[in-house]
């Protein structure tokens, strides 16, 4: 038995926005020491809301607030040589570094990978970078829409009739520092083993074409045929798809051979043997599924979204109902497994946070700790590395922290 997964492990943290902050995210939740350095006027995040209350304020950015629990806050100015001394000796005693600059600004600063491995040769050096350190593409600008457009994942998102949507969100950006977090453990479990570090280099575009959910399937079958996919008719099937109830939408899906199970669930079982439904093929045909829906949409319109999930699993149908963020808060499983976490900050006060994304039966980790004020640990990191009172005053007085 351990306390923390990550117990021991420290992890120097020179990421700003959102791909960075997630991967950081994740190795703090597991027990990481972070030690998140911010510029003197803050992660620029802080001044992305939601806010509460509606209230723009740097320390109440529901964005900043999430990605960046559990983390330690020090500010330095990373264009002040002696800032950069700090974080040199910062490196000396971390296991691993994360950064999100464009591609070439750790060597301009003098922190590329060459001189950080001479500093600590076991260190782990993460980067990631809109397109990667390397190729053509590697001055490009980008963003979460950007990325996911020129990945592919928007090209089969949306309605075939019109133009490409992306889906809501930072999703790009979340997915890449996931991608960024298992890459550098996979990284460190090397560096433990070999005594050697290495600087793991992410590209946001190769996460968009390597991983978004349909995605390698599409460009293995355009490997093997030639052939290209591009976004699906809406489709409206027989017993299948989201329909409506009396408190909001359901999605049960009822065709092929549940068809019986569906028309008996509704108190229709004849429906089952009508030639109408009977046959597969004509089940796709819109008309037809309007034609179900006369008998299935009065017997929704009865019943509330839990109450017909609940027939439906009982039916052996697959279904689910399509929640608000107000249904997932009070969602009870969520809160049988104890998902949700109430963390208090000296700002917001006590707020409800999501969980840790996997729990680990060999880890009885700590409760969470809110997202650090700007700046909030800069004396107490500055102190263990062995600075005094008037060392500190004069690098705060040099504009260098």
Request: glycine fraction near 10%.
């Given at each position: ?30 027990g990481a020491d972070v030690i998140k350095v911010e510029r003197p006027s803050g992660d620029p995040a802080r001044s992305i809301g ?79 970078s809109n397109f990667g350190q390397t190729g053509p593409y590697r001055e490009m600008k980008s963003s979460d829409i950007v990325a ?127 030639p109408k439904f009977a046959d597969p093929a004509g089940r796709s045909d819109p008309d037809v599924a309007m034609a179900f829906d ?108």
């Amino acid at each position: 038995m351990f306390d923390n997964a990550l117990e021991g492990v420290r992890v120097l943290d020179l990421t700003h926005h959102v791909a960075g902050p997630q991967c950081t995210k994740l190795l703090a939740d597991y027990g990481a020491d972070v030690i998140k350095v911010e510029r003197p006027s803050g992660d620029p995040a802080r001044s992305i809301g939601p806010f509460q209350n509606d209230q723009p304020h740097p320390e109440k950015s529901g964005l900043f607030l999430h990605l960046n629990i559990n983390k330690r806050s020090i500010t330095i100015n990373l264009k002040h040589p002696n800032g950069v001394g700090v974080v040199k000796e910062l490196v000396r005693e971390s296991d691993i570094v994360i950064e999100n600059f464009r591609p070439g600004m750790m060597d301009s600063l003098g922190l590329g990978y060459d001189v950080l491995e001479k500093i600590n040769p076991a260190i782990v050096l993460t980067s990631i970078s809109n397109f990667g350190q390397t190729g053509p593409y590697r001055e490009m600008k980008s963003s979460d829409i950007v990325a996911y457009a020129m990945g592919g994942p928007m090209n089969i998102t949306g309605h075939a009739d019109y133009e490409p949507l992306k889906l809501a969100g930072n999703i790009v950006a979340m997915h890449a520092g996931s991608v960024g977090a298992y890459a550098t453990m996979v990284a460190l479990w090397d560096a433990e083993d070999t005594g050697e570090g290495q600087n793991v280099d992410i590209s946001i575009y190769e996460t968009q074409a390597g991983f978004r959910d349909r995605r390698v399937i599409y460009l293995t079958a355009h490997a093997y045929t030639g052939e290209s996919y591009s976004r699906p008719d809406p489709g409206y099937r027989v017993a299948s798809g989201t329909r409506p109830c009396a408190d909001g939408f359901v999605n049960i899906l009822g065709f092929g051979p549940r068809f019986r199970n569906i028309s008996n669930m509704i108190g229709h079982p004849e429906l089952a043997d009508d030639p109408k439904f009977a046959d597969p093929a004509g089940r796709s045909d819109p008309d037809v599924a309007m034609a179900f829906d006369e008998y299935y949409i009065p017997w929704l319109m009865e019943h509330t979204k839990l109450e017909a999930v609940n027939e439906a699993q009982d039916n052996q149908l697959l279904a689910g109902p399509i929640n608000t963020v107000e249904d997932i808060f009070k969602d009870p499983h969520f809160e049988f497994r104890g998902y949700w976490d109430t963390i208090d900050h000296p700002e917001t006060g006590e707020l409800t946070y999501p969980g840790r994304p996997f729990k680990m039966s060999g880890a009885e980790l700590p409760p969470r700790s809110p997202a650090p004020l700007l700046g909030q640990h800069t004396v107490e990191v500055l102190e263990n590395l062995g600075h005094t009172t008037q060392v500190i005053s004069l690098l705060r007085e040099s504009g260098a922290i």
